[in-house]
């Protein structure tokens, strides 16, 4: 009697040498940025709110090769320059520091073995706190989240990026360059 091999089993067998791994859909990261802020009153009138500088914690996952959904933390307050001036120039605004959750569509344009064009865009949920005349006050909101930027990934899963941010909140709009790394797994 003639050992006849299942197909199913063969199939599978067949197909297990010749895939290929695709990458992870799961990567982390974080950026680091410096820039300058704008600063909007109660009132209504605008100011230079100072440099900032600005951090962001987040996780991305891949639907495909170029789209996919970027969450995070995001976190700033003023930079060295306003550190030293103690102030804006509007209104005595001092300590201007902001928190908050993001989430953005990611889509990313490659155009060789490891470099890619990327954007972000999406929203933000912050609180924000600084100084008034002494007083120490808060606002919160919801408002945009955009980045674009160049990535560059080794073989080994590290990603390096430098992007533009431009992130306006309820009072407060910053923009900005930032450097990041993040790790595919």
């Not at 100011?47 to 170029?66: A, C, E, I, K, P």
């Not at 989430?103 to 600084?130: C, E, M, R, W």
Request: net charge positive; proline share 3%.
């Amino acid at each position: 009697m003639m050992n006849i091999i299942n197909p199913l089993t063969a199939l599978a067998l067949l197909c297990s040498t010749i895939a290929v791994a695709a990458p992870s859909p799961y990567i982390v990261g974080g950026t680091v940025g410096y820039g300058s802020q704008t600063f909007t009153s109660k009132g209504g009138s605008q100011g230079d709110g100072g440099d900032s500088l600005t951090g962001d914690v987040y996780y991305r996952y891949m639907f495909t090769n170029y789209i996919g959904i970027d969450s995070g933390l995001l976190f700033g307050s003023g930079g060295v320059v306003s550190a030293i001036l103690d102030g804006t120039s509007i209104n005595n605004v001092k300590d201007i520091r902001y928190k908050g959750v993001r989430s953005a569509l990611y889509a990313q344009y490659p155009v060789s073995s490891g470099n890619s064009f990327y954007t972000k865009l999406g929203a933000n949920a912050h609180k924000i706190d600084y100084t008034v005349n002494n007083v120490d006050e808060s606002t919160s909101g919801v408002g945009f989240y955009g980045a674009a930027g160049w990535q560059y990934r080794f073989k080994s899963g590290i990603g390096i990026n430098a992007e533009y941010q431009y992130i306006p909140m309820s009072r407060l709009d910053v923009k900005g360059g930032a450097v990041g790394v993040n790790y595919r797994f």
